[in-house]
């Protein structure tokens, strides 16, 4: 209490330096938000997602496009040992294949030592694993770390046209550049480079002579594929198994094996055989291993994640080297990934914000019934930006998400602390104070539960803002910068509200006996009127 006491009284002080002193107070508080709007180039960058060490991360395997079972198996164990070999590992778990049925990818999860147990960050373990698998040929690594975006990567360039080979030709030159980006890893494009395919060109005069149809050559050529059940078969075990016949592996990939391949068609003497090859030409051939549309356009996918590096720092050195190339007509970029998410959020965020400054602004007016005192307990809005962004450069955090949400629920915060003061001082006028003394005797009523809320909001703040634990540090940008703009606006607060209110004040007073008078000027003269 004593010390309340003496922080009271030596406010009352401060409150009649900021009173006569207004200009000088004024001066302050725009060099708070003109230093807030400054030093965001210092801010470490922003993003969609802030940095955490969730303890797991998803290494994605794609073998070449074709590729058996086996052989991604093989390229999955070796990325699997070497992720392994990290004395942070204490366990990977290896999926094969995909929902779609695609046997030439794989994805390892990895589960870390607790964040307590452990000398490196999983970022750290990700660049590691991410740096060694690089180096194994005949397959491509993905590493993410980030459980908020899965195993989809926080960048997606969207190239759109009509033909496919051409936006092969552009996307590739687009992923080079992107390569060169700094922070901008496992490069790859959505299409997943060329499959081998067996190309059959029929001879359809040929096939008309002979009364031979496409659908038939299709039906004839299935069983040699696909297969053909042809009963069971009972083991010397006594086991009953299934039998399917249909050509060995090597004789399905070789084109001169299928060109000898008998085609039944009716001839003249009754039904007979042909060889493939007498009516079409095999070919090996190559197409787009997957086919992608958006809005009815063609697509393909430029996509990479970012290490190391802010996302909106990677996506500015991209735009400045794809803003050089020169797309045809009818071939256009759009943005997706976090990018897209990102642009998404924040403009709602900032919608959001107005809404709320807005509905703060008529509460007040209600309240106070006025609606110039209100305007000075809004200046307490701005004067939390400071403290928002000094706190981001202190601890090296992004613009992010969650930041952003800190700063919304500071504008619903600070805002308490120049209604204690303006309500006060209004009150006390109501007694017959003069402002200059109403407005010192609010700052001396009212320090003590100024104080009180924000010691007990930045302690309550204070375990989110350090984010120990798994995963806790996603929450960690919120709480550092809400500890950052609630400081940074109690002590402006305490000196430009009261300066503030004191300047809106004399301005109503003057504008309002402005009006009176110019009201009693338009009045006409009395006239005495004598009765008869």
């Known amino acids: 209490n004593l010390w309340f006491d003496r922080q009271a009284e030596g406010y009352k002080r401060l409150i009649g330096w900021a009173l006569d002193h207004r200009a000088a107070t004024m001066a302050i508080a725009a060099a708070s938000f003109f230093g807030a709007i400054a030093l965001q180039v210092f801010v470490g960058g922003g993003s969609f997602v802030p940095v ?17 079972l086996e052989y991604t198996r093989l390229k999955a164990e070796e990325a699997a040992r070497i992720a392994r070999a990290n004395p942070e590992v204490r366990y990977t778990y290896t999926a094969l294949g995909t929902t779609s049925g695609a046997v030439d990818q794989a994805s390892i999860y990895v589960r870390l030592t607790p964040k307590a147990d452990r000398a490196r960050t999983l970022a750290e373990v990700g660049s590691d694993v991410r740096e060694h698998t690089r180096h194994i040929g005949g397959a491509t690594y993905a590493v993410f770390t980030s459980y908020m975006s899965g195993t ?9 046209g009509t033909d496919a080979i051409e936006m092969n030709h552009i996307a590739e030159r687009m992923a080079a550049d992107v390569r060169s980006v700094p922070g901008a890893v496992d490069v790859a494009l959505s299409s997943r480079g060329q499959k081998p395919e067996i190309e059959i060109e029929l001879n359809r005069g040929l096939a008309g002579t002979l009364g031979i149809t496409a659908a038939q050559i299709a039906q004839s050529m299935r069983p040699a594929f696909a297969g053909i059940d042809a009963g069971d078969w009972v083991d010397p075990t006594g086991a009953t198994r299934n039998v399917n016949v249909r050509l060995r592996p090597d004789a399905r990939r070789n084109p001169a094996d299928l060109a000898a391949l008998p085609i039944t068609v009716a001839g003249p003497t009754g039904m007979t055989t042909l060889p493939l090859g007498q009516i079409a030409t ?88 006025s609606f110039i005192d209100p305007i000075a307990i809004m200046l307490s809005l701005p004067l939390s930006l400071i403290g928002v962004v000094l706190m981001l450069i202190i601890t090296g955090d992004t613009m992010n998400i969650m930041s ?15 209604i204690l003061l303006i309500d006060f001082a209004k009150w006390g006028r109501e007694q017959g104070m003069s402002r200059r003394d109403a407005l010192i005797e609010a700052g001396r009523i009212r320090l003590r539960p100024i104080l009180m809320t924000t010691f007990a909001l930045i302690a309550g703040m204070i375990p989110v803002a350090i984010g120990a634990g798994e995963g806790a540090d996603f929450r960690a940008p919120l709480g550092r910068a809400v500890i950052g703009g609630t400081i940074t606006s109690t002590l402006l607060t305490l000196l430009v509200i009261p300066t503030a209110y004191e300047i809106l004040d004399e301005m109503k007073e003057k504008v309002v006996g402005w009006v009176r008078s110019s009201r009693g000027a338009s009045l006409p003269a009395a006239t005495e009127v004598t009765p008869a």
């Open 282 to 369: 095999i070919t090996e051939g190559r197409s787009p291993s997957q086919i992608d549309h958006l809005d009815r356009d063609r697509l393909v996918i430029i996509e990479a994640n970012v290490a190391g590096v802010p996302l909106n720092d990677v996506l500015k050195g991209i735009d400045a080297r794809l803003s050089k190339i020169d797309l045809p007509a009818g071939y256009r970029l759009t943005s997706g990934g976090d990018a897209k998410s990102q642009k998404e959020v924040f403009g709602h965020i900032f919608t959001a914000l107005a809404v709320a400054v807005l509905l703060m602004y008529f509460i007040l007016v209600l309240q106070f019934g």
């Open 52 to 68: 955490s060490d969730s303890g797991e991360m998803t290494i994605v395997v794609q073998a070449p496009p074709g590729s058996s």
């Open 404 to 418: 952003m949400i800190g700063v919304m629920l500071l504008m619903g915060i600070v805002a308490k602390n120049a």
């Open 152 to 160: 989809f990567k926080q960048i997606q360039l969207e190239l759109r």
